[in-house]
T-cell receptor, first 117, second 113 residues
Framework: GAGVSQTPSNKVTEKGKYVELRCDPISGHTALYWYRQSLGQGPEFLIYFQGTGAADDSGLPNDRFFAVRPEGSVSTLKIQRTERGDSAVYLC???????????????FGPGTRLTVL | GEDVEQSLFLSVREGDSSVINCTYTDSSSTYLYWYKQEPGAGLQLLTYIFSNMDMKQDQRLTVLLNKKDKHLSLRIADTQTGDSAIYFCAESDGSSNTGKLIFGQGTTLQVKP
C-alpha cells in the first residue's frame, strides 16, 4: 500500500511570501504529525492532529505557522511571511492511533525541503 | 524538558559490528525507536522497543535498553556499506497522550569497505 506522501518535494520561495505544504497520510491513519528538521539536527515536533482537530500545537514556533486537516485525512501546513530561518525539511508522519501502543508507530513521508531566499 | 542525546559520528569497517548509543531523560516513555535516514530521504523505522523490555533482536539489529540509566543502544551485526546513513533515536513523550516523538540529533554511521 501507499506510504505517506508529501508535496512539493522542494519549495523555494522569497522572504515574506506565503507557502503551503501538503501531506497525504497512510489511509486509515487517524493521527498525523508535522515535524521540522533543520540541517544537522533531528526532527522537532510541530503539531499533532487526531482526526480533524489539532490536539497539540505546542511545537509551532510562532503565529506565522498554521496547519489544518479539514476532513481528517490530508493536512496542509501553512507558513505566512516566510523568513530565512524557516528553511528546513518539513516532515509529515501518520500512525493508526496515538494512545501509547504499538499502533502508534509513526511512518514518515519523504519531506518537503523549504528554502527561503 | 525531555532530551535525547546521541554521539554524532561512528566509523566502522564493513563486516564489523556497529553500536550506536543514545541517552534519554523521560522515564515515562512507553516506546523507544530507532529510525534510519539516508541522504535526501525521509525517516525509515528500523525497530522499536517497549519500555518494559531489556532487549529486542530483529535479524541483524539488536536493541538494548537500560531503563535505570536511561540508556538505549542499537547494535548492527555484520555492518554493510548500505548501512551508511544517519540513525536517530527517539522517545515517545510520556507526559502527554499525543504520541509525539522527541528525537536525538542523529548519529552518522560511515561504513568503510
Amino acid at each position: 500500500g501507499a506510504g505517506v506522501s508529501q508535496t512539493p518535494s522542494n519549495k523555494v520561495t522569497e522572504k515574506g511570501k506565503y507557502v503551503e505544504l501538503r501531506c497525504d497520510p497512510i489511509s486509515g491513519h487517524t493521527a498525523l504529525y508535522w515535524y521540522r528538521q533543520s540541517l544537522g539536527q533531528g526532527p522537532e515536533f510541530l503539531i499533532y492532529f487526531q482526526g480533524t482537530g489539532a490536539a497539540d500545537d505546542s511545537g509551532l514556533p510562532n503565529d506565522r505557522f498554521f496547519a489544518v486537516r479539514p476532513e481528517g485525512s490530508v493536512s496542509t501546513l501553512k507558513i505566512q511571511r516566510t523568513e530565512r530561518g524557516d528553511s528546513a525539511v518539513y516532515l509529515c508522519a501518520s500512525s493508526l492511533s496515538s494512545g501509547g501502543g504499538v499502533a502508534d508507530t509513526q511512518y514518515f513521508g519523504p519531506g518537503t525541503r523549504l528554502t527561503v531566499l | 524538558g525531555e532530551d535525547v542525546e546521541q554521539s554524532l559520528f561512528l566509523s566502522v569497517r564493513e563486516g564489523d559490528s556497529s553500536v550506536i548509543n543514545c541517552t534519554y531523560t523521560d522515564s515515562s516513555s512507553t516506546y523507544l525507536y530507532w529510525y534510519k535516514q539516508e541522504p535526501g530521504a525521509g525517516l525509515q523505522l528500523l525497530t522499536y522497543i517497549f519500555s518494559n523490555m531489556d532487549m529486542k533482536q530483529d535479524q541483524r539489529l539488536t536493541v538494548l535498553l537500560n531503563k535505570k540509566d536511561k540508556h538505549l543502544s542499537l547494535r548492527i551485526a555484520d555492518t554493510q556499506t548500505g548501512d551508511s546513513a544517519i540513525y536517530f533515536c527517539a522517545e515517545s513523550d510520556g507526559s502527554s497522550n499525543t504520541g509525539k516523538l522527541i528525537f536525538g540529533q542523529g548519529t552518522t554511521l560511515q561504513v568503510k569497505p
